[in-house]
């Protein structure tokens, strides 16, 4: 099993930035790759960014892109998405996720492991 847990979650003016964590522990070295999704309020669960095993490779939703970048540290377990440029729009529960498969997924029902999310929000 792999445990996750996210933070750097917050409140933030448009415009602003925030910066998000999501440690692993556990059978952490199970895992490939890794990914970011978030969940406004009476929305879906949509896809925001992921990383492949070894940091190399990296995709984006195209409304973040240019204004978020995701990252990870294998040596310390962890998962950060920089956000910069923050918009109210970009207001939702963050959630990391890992999964067993290579390469950047995209989809939700790849990952297997999430953790119980962050909240941020962006004021106008």
């Known amino acids: 099993q792999v445990q996750l847990v996210e933070s750097g979650g917050g409140l933030v003016q448009a415009g602003g930035s925030l910066r998000l964590s999501c440690a692993a522990s556990?059978?952490?070295?199970?895992?490939?790759?890794m990914g970011w999704f978030r969940q406004a309020p009476g929305k879906e669960r949509d896809f925001v960014a992921t990383?492949?095993?070894?940091?190399?490779?990296?995709y984006y939703a195209g409304s973040v892109k240019g204004r978020f970048t995701i990252s990870r540290d294998n040596a310390k377990n962890t998962l950060y998405l920089q956000m910069n440029s923050l918009k109210p729009e970009d207001t939702a529960v963050y959630y990391c996720?890992?999964?067993?498969?290579?390469?950047?997924?995209?989809?939700?029902?790849?990952?297997?492991?999430w953790g119980q999310g962050t909240q941020v929000t962006v004021s106008s």
């Open positions: 996720a890992a999964t067993l498969l290579r390469g950047t997924r995209r989809v939700g029902a790849e990952y297997n492991y």
């Open positions: 556990g059978r952490a070295f199970d895992i490939a790759s």
């Open positions: 990383v492949s095993w070894n940091g190399t490779n990296t």
